[in-house]
């Protein structure tokens, strides 16, 4: 970072370039090309590879470490800049080397990263993500700058982009802000819910979409009273539910692909679709971390492109499934082409229709 006077204790700034390598990295932009901001978090990931998890009591030997871009927030911003639209980062991050790491990382990922602010009063946030050879997780995060994340201090960028993406790592009063800002500005807003922090019918009315995995539309549903009589495996029921609280909806299952709607009264064909995944061989599984980020990135870059959901949510299903090859989150993302190649491959799984929703005409 450049010299600097420091600011008072909780205050921010806005970041300058880091150096002349830095900016050379950032992306031109252009007035009139589509604009994702992603409002979310910042870390500094330790990836360490384990043989296995240890019980409670028990040490683990880690096998190697490294140090890499990570947080929902940033992730997804890479998975937008790799999908080949404009991503503006609005974050917080400390006064600190960790910082340095983050937003040269974020620069080398295509990423606008003008817009952060920066603070004396937290660290950079950071996460530590174990991994066992068949590419499970597990994750510890310490928030650090990212619980003063104010979003009021991005409106000007939140006004002028097409979509809003957000996601739950954030405090929650600061995600129910970005719905209300967005909503204001008439910016489409793209709801990650994830972790399901804050849940109110006004928060998802915003939402379109609203993406969140099985377990996680679940504990929307019941923290909006609304998962009565509905089985917790039922999807197309659970959609069903969440229509009647935001325009549309997209469940993420894993190795299932994901499903998704759009009811007709928000313009959408009144179907349930189910657009499963790529089989990738388990031995081929490296590292899960971020597939969730690349799927949701990726969604709001065809999107912002004019994209419709189909084919966004193909795209998405492509990036989340190519993302497990390798270790870490954003190093593993495709670029657009190879996601075009990915879609137009014949072995590409095809769509297909579940069902209709109530919501209709």
Same mark, same amino acid.
């Given at each position: ?34 604009? $994702? ?26 096998? *190697? *470490? ?11 911003? #890479? ?13 917080? =991050? ?7 790491? $983050? ?16 603070? +004396? ?21 310490? #928030? ?14 939140? *006004? ?8 739950? /790592?954030?405090?929650?009063?600061? &995600? ?10 008439? @910016? ?7 972790? $399901? @922090?804050?849940? &109110?019918?006004?928060?998802?009315? &915003? ?6 995995? !099985?377990?996680?539309? +679940? ?8 998962? %009565? ?14 229509? /009647?609280?935001?325009?549309?909806? =997209?469940? *993420? ?19 349930? +679709?189910?657009?499963? #995944? ?26 912002? !492109? ?24 954003? #190093? ?7 996601? %075009?190649?990915? $879609? ?18």
């Amino acid at each position: 970072m450049q010299p600097h006077h420091r600011n008072a204790p909780g205050t921010h700034r806005t970041i300058q370039p880091i150096d002349a390598t830095v900016e050379r990295l950032m992306p031109d932009s252009d007035p009139g090309e589509p604009a $994702v901001v992603i409002c979310g978090s910042l870390h500094q990931d330790t990836l360490a590879q384990v043989a296995e998890f240890p019980v409670p009591g028990e040490a683990a030997i880690v096998e *190697s *470490s490294a140090q890499a871009l990570g947080g929902k927030g940033a992730n997804q911003a #890479s998975a937008v800049a790799h999908a080949g639209v404009r991503a503006i980062m609005a974050g917080t =991050v400390g006064e600190d080397p960790a910082a340095d790491l $983050v937003l040269s990382e974020l620069a080398a990922n295509g990423v606008d990263a003008h817009s952060i602010q920066t603070t +004396w009063d937290e660290p950079t946030g950071s996460a530590f993500i174990a991994t066992k050879p068949d590419g499970d997780h597990m994750v510890f995060v310490t #928030s650090g700058a990212n619980a003063i994340t104010d979003p009021m201090e991005f409106t000007a960028e939140i *006004s002028e982009a097409d979509i809003l993406l957000a996601q739950g /790592e954030l405090r929650p009063e600061a &995600t129910e802000q970005l719905g209300m800002i967005a909503n204001l500005h008439g @910016t489409r807003f793209i709801l990650n819910l994830a972790p $399901v @922090t804050v849940v &109110t019918p006004t928060l998802i009315d &915003t939402a379109d979409p609203l993406i969140v995995n !099985r377990t996680e539309a +679940w504990e929307v549903l019941r923290k909006l009273g609304a998962a %009565e009589g509905i089985r917790r495996g039922d999807i197309v029921t659970q959609i069903d539910a969440l229509l /009647e609280y935001c325009a549309s909806v =997209v469940i *993420s299952m894993g190795d299932e692909g994901s499903v998704y709607a759009r009811a007709e009264v928000d313009g959408g064909d009144g179907i349930v +679709w189910h657009q499963p #995944s790529l089989k990738v061989p388990a031995e081929e599984i490296v590292d899960t971390t971020g597939a969730g980020d690349a799927f949701a990135g990726t969604i709001a870059a065809e999107l912002a !492109r004019g994209g419709t959901a189909e084919r966004a949510v193909a795209l998405g299903t492509a990036a989340g499934s190519l993302a497990v090859r390798s270790l870490g989150a954003t #190093s593993s993302y495709a670029d657009q082409a190879t996601l %075009e190649a990915t $879609v137009a491959s014949p072995d590409f799984p095809a769509r297909r229709r579940l069902a209709e929703t109530t919501k209709g005409d």
